[in-house]
């Protein structure tokens, strides 16, 4: 069981679910909103968490306001009690046999150096970028300058009408095109509640296609997660990237 904080709860939850989602235990995450001398909801949270704990055989659980949540694509909603809430789950998704949970059971005693000095590596080549309506294209092009390391970045699109595909001082044409002739791996996720598929983009879907890959269902803290999981177990590049997109058939509408 392990307390946390809230700020990056749905991040760590993720990566605890990409990498323990097959374990023969359980993994219970819990939080509060509230210091434990400020009322009772920690005191909950945490008889709760031990009860989950107790009671199931596997699976990656987080109890939060009195609930027992998917570490799956949680979202930060607000603050206070009823502040998390899972997007895009038509039901809870608590355990999952995929390949990345099921090949890191064979690692019976992680290094936790080498798993530093992963991870720490991975974040080096690693972007998250919140694009809006009207957010020019060319403001984002220091992010594929050589001397920046970054090689894998995810687009967390306002909309569907983001950065229309059209050329542009909007247009977001020319960094995908440039970003994968360099060998840049993008990734789209939504700051909506849905899936990105790029139905919506009737004009350059090519483009977005082959510069960008379209996470589906998962939220962008579960994309995050599943970079970080995927790179520490991945023995090359295009491993990562087999390991990253196979992470959207994991849910299913």
């Known amino acids: 069981m392990v307390t946390h904080g809230t700020d990056t709860l749905p991040y760590t939850a993720a990566l605890l679910f990409w990498l323990f989602a097959a374990a023969t235990v359980p993994v219970v995450l819990t939080a509060s909103a509230s210091l434990p001398e ?22 990656v659980y987080v109890v939060y306001g009195g609930k027992i949540l998917s570490a799956l694509n949680l979202k930060f909603i607000r603050s206070g009690a009823d502040g998390f809430i899972n997007w895009n789950l038509a039901k809870p998704v608590y ?18 150096a080498t798993m530093a000095d992963l991870l720490n590596e991975a974040a ?19 992010l594929l300058e050589e001397e920046s390391g970054i090689d894998t970045v995810v687009l967390e699109l306002y909309a569907s009408g983001t950065c229309n595909m059209r050329t542009s001082d909007y247009s977001l044409k020319q960094l995908l095109l440039n970003g994968h002739r360099n060998g840049c791996r993008f990734y789209c996720t939504s700051q909506q509640e849905c899936r ?12 977005w296609r082959e510069g960008a890959v379209p996470m589906g269902l998962l939220t962008t803290e579960s994309v995050v997660a599943l970079y970080f999981a995927s790179y520490l177990l991945a023995d090359n590049d295009n491993e990562l ?8 058939d994991t849910l299913e509408e």
């Open 95 to 112: 355990e999952m046999d995929g390949f990345l949970s099921s090949q890191f059971l064979s690692v019976t005693v992680p290094d936790g």
């Open 196 to 207: 990105v598929d790029f139905s919506q983009y009737s004009t350059s879907a090519r483009v």
């Open 124 to 142: 080096s080549r690693f972007a998250v970028v919140r694009l809006y309506p009207g957010e020019p294209g060319y403001r984002l092009e220091h």
């Open 241 to 248: 990237a087999e390991l990253i997109e196979g992470g959207t």
């Open 38 to 59: 400020e009322g009772d909801e920690a005191r909950k949270n945490l008889e709760l968490a031990v009860e989950t704990a107790r009671s199931k055989k596997k699976g």
